[in-house]
């Protein structure tokens, strides 16, 4: 008497797709504005974080805009805001 196994999949599941390594940083295409991550200091501000990247007060809502925030937010000491820069 011969016995026939089940083929293997038929048992296990199949391997979820996000078993993959940590590569979730998309590479710029070029069309994407480099980003600087920057954690929130005390005393940091959107007004502030403009000035230090862009020289002027004219980036604040771009920055805002980046993170979803509002352009008179509170930013929080540890937080992450992430500021586009032009190449």
Partial sequence: ATQT??????STPAPA????PE???PQSSGA???VVRHVVQKGDTLFG????YYGNNS???RIAAYN???VDAQLLIGNVV????SS
Avoid: C, D, H, N
Wanted: zero cysteines; charged letters at 15%; glycine letters at 6%.
């Fill in 5 to 10: 196994s089940p083929p293997a999949t038929a």
């Fill in 17 to 20: 797709p996000a078993a993959q």
């Fill in 23 to 25: 590569e979730k940083t």
């Fill in 32 to 34: 994407e504005p480099k």
């Fill in 49 to 52: 974080l403009s000035r230090q």
């Fill in 59 to 61: 980036g604040v809502s």
């Fill in 68 to 70: 979803g925030l509002s």
């Fill in 82 to 85: 992430y500021i586009p820069i």
